[in-house]
């Protein structure tokens, strides 16, 4: 038999404390969520849904809820079809400027988001988006892009071109054949970056701080706010419901990615 | 195919090009030109001091995240499949939690009626409450659990490339375990200890979330530099200044450090 040697031991102690570190901040407000406790008391005293009922029954939550969900939903609609595209013409071209595109699509990534933000918020102050739908769009389909236009780039690493070139020798155009013979084939990526920018948008809060107001204000804008002052157990049925949403969402994601290989 | 990719790069250019161009136009004009926004950040304290907390925040972070981090990537790569898959799971899951919700976790655990201060003192260990929050150290705990994702990504995906045949042939050829680890191994997996290090250290010089929830006011990082002359004092001129100088530091990091690794290594993950 193996032995185990002690490094060994130390390497499988120091693993499982830090992903301890990773996973138990995420778990603790479960629990904090289900608590009949005003204050924060760990164990709970005793079981309730009445942070639940509280979220559920705040107008001003649910309208913020329905904020986040339509323009997450709206961002995903739009970025995922420009991602697409972007990220196929840079993978087809042999143009050197692709290369240049490529990176300005990825600056999103690069630019600390704090500074994105107040810019955004000056730029929509002279024409007027501040605290508007659109302009929470449009600035999560510039936050979403990269996302899908990475994970369509991973999909299409894997594709032969020559069978779009086959099928276009056959007759059909090239928008014919890139719907009929590439897409379906990087299907699973295109979904899986369509998910991403979708939790991108459902989590973007700092150009949210910035730009909505009003009865424009997502969800995490008014947690925010409301974590300034106070701690309200509310936000912990929030953010188990939040965090709940995006784990389903990941493991589809990555479901579909594995299935593509 | 320039036509396919024009959508993508208006919505680029119109929203983050512009907006940082006009940041960059308004930190030098104001009725006129000016460099009196970039003189006080030089001369005066409160912003010479905010940059230097924050390169240290940012320096400490970094340091904390490869020590903890390093271990779970090697981990995570030497251990079969099945493992490493859970491994790799417990990493991605909480990164993409909401920054949001994290936040608020850690100041569940570590304010003064805290999990953490709770199960303390139930034990006994202490009688007063500990300040774990609201000050530097819950800063640096929540923003270094926030950025280990970004560490261990690019750390598991450098690692995964060293064959294992150099580490066999390593100790066949009589090398200790400790000594292959640090002659062959460790010097391999540096391309990826500068990719995870690089964008931990750059994603935290403009982190903002942690630093406003859990700084307690008194870890006054740039970002909130920026904010704060944006929101409180309208000082736009100076905000722009503060957002230029933060930018052109992240631009000479990344500028660095593509001398020696692929940027695409860097970005490549999330």
Request: proline share 5%; charged share 10%; with cysteine.
């Given at each position: 038999?193996r032995?185990?040697?002690?490094a060994?031991?130390v390497?499988?102690?120091?693993?499982?404390?830090v992903?301890?570190?990773?996973?138990?901040?995420?778990?603790?407000?479960?629990?904090?969520?289900?608590?009949?406790?005003?204050?924060?008391?760990?164990?709970?005293?005793?079981?309730?849904?009445?942070?639940y009922?509280?979220?559920?029954?705040?107008?001003?939550?649910?309208?913020?809820?329905?904020?986040?969900?339509?323009?997450?939903?709206?961002?995903?609609?739009i970025?995922?079809?420009?991602?697409?595209?972007?990220?196929y013409?840079?993978?087809?071209?042999?143009?050197?400027?692709?290369?240049?595109?490529?990176?300005?699509?990825?600056?999103p990534?690069?630019?600390?988001?704090?500074?994105?933000?107040?810019?955004?918020f000056?730029?929509?102050?002279?024409?007027?988006?501040?605290?508007?739908?659109?302009?929470?769009?449009?600035?999560?389909?510039?936050?979403?892009?990269?996302?899908?236009?990475?994970?369509?780039?991973?999909?299409?690493?894997s594709f032969?071109?020559?069978?779009?070139?086959?099928?276009?020798?056959?007759?059909?155009?090239?928008?014919?054949?890139?719907?009929?013979?590439?897409l379906?084939q990087?299907?699973?990526?295109?979904?899986?970056?369509?998910?991403?920018?979708?939790?991108?948008?459902?989590?973007?809060?700092?150009?949210?701080?910035?730009?909505?107001?009003?009865?424009?204000?997502?969800?995490?804008?008014?947690?925010?706010?409301?974590?300034?002052?106070?701690?309200?157990?509310?936000?912990?049925?929030?953010?188990?419901?939040?965090?709940?949403?995006?784990?389903?969402?990941?493991?589809?994601?990555?479901?579909?990615?594995?299935?593509s290989? | 195919m320039?036509?396919?990719?024009?959508?993508?790069?208006?919505?680029?250019?119109?929203?983050?090009?512009?907006?940082?161009?006009?940041?960059?136009?308004?930190?030098?004009?104001?009725?006129?030109?000016?460099?009196?926004?970039?003189?006080?950040?030089?001369?005066?304290?409160?912003?010479?001091?905010?940059?230097?907390?924050?390169?240290?925040?940012?320096?400490?972070?970094?340091?904390?995240?490869l020590?903890?981090?390093?271990?779970?990537?090697?981990?995570?790569?030497?251990?079969?499949?099945?493992?490493?898959?859970?491994?790799?799971?417990?990493?991605?899951?909480?990164?993409?939690?909401?920054?949001?919700?994290?936040?608020?976790?850690?100041?569940?655990?570590?304010?003064?009626?805290?999990?953490?201060?709770?199960?303390?003192?139930?034990?006994?260990?202490?009688?007063?409450?500990?300040?774990?929050?609201?000050?530097?150290?819950g800063?640096?705990v929540?923003?270094?659990?926030?950025?280990?994702?970004?560490?261990?990504?690019?750390l598991?995906?450098?690692?995964?490339?060293?064959?294992n045949?150099l580490?066999?042939?390593?100790a066949?050829?009589?090398?200790?375990?400790?000594?292959?680890?640090?002659r062959?191994?460790?010097?391999?997996?540096?391309?990826?200890?500068?990719?995870?290090?690089?964008?931990?250290?750059?994603?935290?010089?403009?982190?903002?979330?942690?630093?406003?929830?859990?700084?307690?006011?008194?870890?006054?990082?740039?970002?909130?530099?920026?904010?704060?002359?944006?929101?409180?004092?309208?000082?736009?001129?100076?905000?722009?200044?503060?957002?230029?100088?933060?930018?052109?530091?992240?631009?000479l990091?990344?500028?660095?450090?593509?001398?020696?690794?692929?940027?695409?290594?860097v970005?490549?993950?999330?």
């Amino acid at each position: 038999m193996r032995t185990i040697s002690p490094a060994r031991i130390v390497l499988i102690a120091a693993t499982a404390l830090v992903l301890i570190y990773l996973i138990l901040p995420v778990l603790i407000i479960v629990p904090i969520s289900f608590s009949s406790a005003r204050f924060l008391t760990f164990p709970p005293p005793s079981l309730s849904l009445r942070w639940y009922q509280q979220y559920f029954s705040n107008p001003a939550w649910m309208q913020a809820t329905q904020v986040t969900l339509i323009v997450a939903a709206f961002t995903v609609v739009i970025a995922t079809p420009l991602g697409v595209a972007a990220a196929y013409a840079i993978s087809q071209s042999k143009l050197r400027v692709m290369r240049v595109i490529h990176m300005a699509l990825l600056l999103p990534l690069v630019v600390p988001i704090i500074i994105t933000a107040v810019g955004i918020f000056f730029i929509y102050a002279r024409v007027g988006l501040v605290a508007t739908l659109p302009g929470l769009v449009l600035a999560n389909v510039m936050l979403g892009l990269p996302y899908v236009v990475i994970s369509v780039l991973a999909g299409l690493q894997s594709f032969d071109p020559a069978q779009e070139m086959v099928a276009r020798s056959l007759g059909m155009n090239r928008l014919r054949s890139f719907f009929a013979v590439t897409l379906p084939q990087i299907k699973s990526s295109v979904v899986a970056g369509a998910i991403f920018a979708f939790i991108s948008a459902m989590d973007e809060t700092i150009i949210a701080l910035f730009i909505s107001g009003g009865q424009y204000q997502p969800l995490t804008k008014r947690m925010f706010t409301a974590l300034r002052d106070e701690i309200d157990p509310t936000i912990a049925a929030i953010s188990t419901l939040m965090t709940a949403a995006s784990f389903m969402l990941v493991l589809l994601a990555s479901a579909r990615q594995r299935k593509s290989g | 195919m320039l036509a396919l990719v024009s959508p993508a790069l208006l919505v680029i250019l119109l929203l983050i090009v512009l907006p940082v161009g006009w940041l960059a136009w308004q930190s030098i004009y104001h009725d006129g030109f000016t460099l009196e926004h970039y003189r006080r950040i030089l001369s005066e304290d409160i912003y010479w001091r905010s940059f230097a907390l924050t390169f240290e925040i940012s320096l400490l972070v970094t340091v904390l995240a490869l020590v903890l981090g390093y271990p779970v990537a090697y981990a995570a790569n030497a251990v079969s499949k099945a493992w490493s898959v859970v491994i790799l799971a417990l990493v991605v899951l909480p990164f993409w939690t909401s920054v949001l919700v994290r936040a608020y976790a850690w100041l569940a655990l570590l304010q003064r009626t805290g999990v953490i201060n709770q199960f303390l003192r139930y034990l006994d260990v202490i009688g007063e409450p500990l300040a774990l929050v609201h000050n530097t150290f819950g800063t640096v705990v929540a923003t270094v659990h926030i950025l280990l994702p970004f560490m261990v990504l690019p750390l598991y995906a450098t690692m995964q490339k060293i064959p294992n045949d150099l580490m066999q042939a390593g100790a066949s050829l009589g090398g200790s375990p400790a000594f292959t680890f640090f002659r062959v191994f460790l010097p391999l997996s540096l391309p990826g200890v500068l990719a995870g290090s690089t964008m931990v250290f750059v994603l935290c010089l403009g982190f903002y979330i942690t630093p406003e929830l859990l700084g307690g006011g008194r870890t006054v990082m740039v970002s909130m530099l920026v904010s704060r002359n944006v929101e409180l004092y309208n000082q736009f001129g100076a905000a722009s200044a503060v957002a230029v100088v933060l930018l052109l530091s992240v631009l000479l990091i990344f500028f660095v450090v593509s001398r020696f690794i692929s940027l695409d290594r860097v970005l490549g993950q999330k």
